[in-house]
């Protein structure tokens, strides 16, 4: 594992990526594909859209920490079959058999098989729009894996 300066981690930002959160009902993993850095100094900060009715939503709002997590591969097998359900009906890590280690500051599982880099962010503000939440976070802790 190499630590990033947190400045630097919106270099990491690749899309799609996948969303890393907990709820009420344990951790979830959501693919996205509308995510960009808005700012780097003194640290990263990203933004990312969700509908309101996702479970990442609802997730991110109520525990105000979320984790970008870059993928080793965007295109393969395990963004597909993350996102061919729904974290509302079913524990994803449990239907998948997905390995996870916690985050290093922030409390969410992350799927080190999977995954080649990792933005551990705290929730700035999310504002609504139209029929999407925004949600814009800042960096506390990135590395690679």
Known sequence: MEMIDNEKAYELVKSPVIIASK???GYDLTP???VTPYDYEPTTKV???SAPDHKLD???RKNGVFAVLIPKNPEGQFVNDLGSVSGNNLDKYQKFNIKAENGKKIDVKIPVDEISA???CKLVKFEAEGSV???FGEC???YTL
Do not use: H, K
Request: net charge negative; hydrophobic share 50%.
């Open 47 to 49: 933004l990312f859209v």
């Open 140 to 142: 506390v802790s990135s």
């Open 133 to 135: 939440d925004i949600f």
């Open 32 to 34: 996205i594909g509308w």
């Open 118 to 120: 990792v933005i551990e």
């Open 23 to 25: 709820g009420e009902n």
């Open 58 to 60: 609802s997730n991110v």
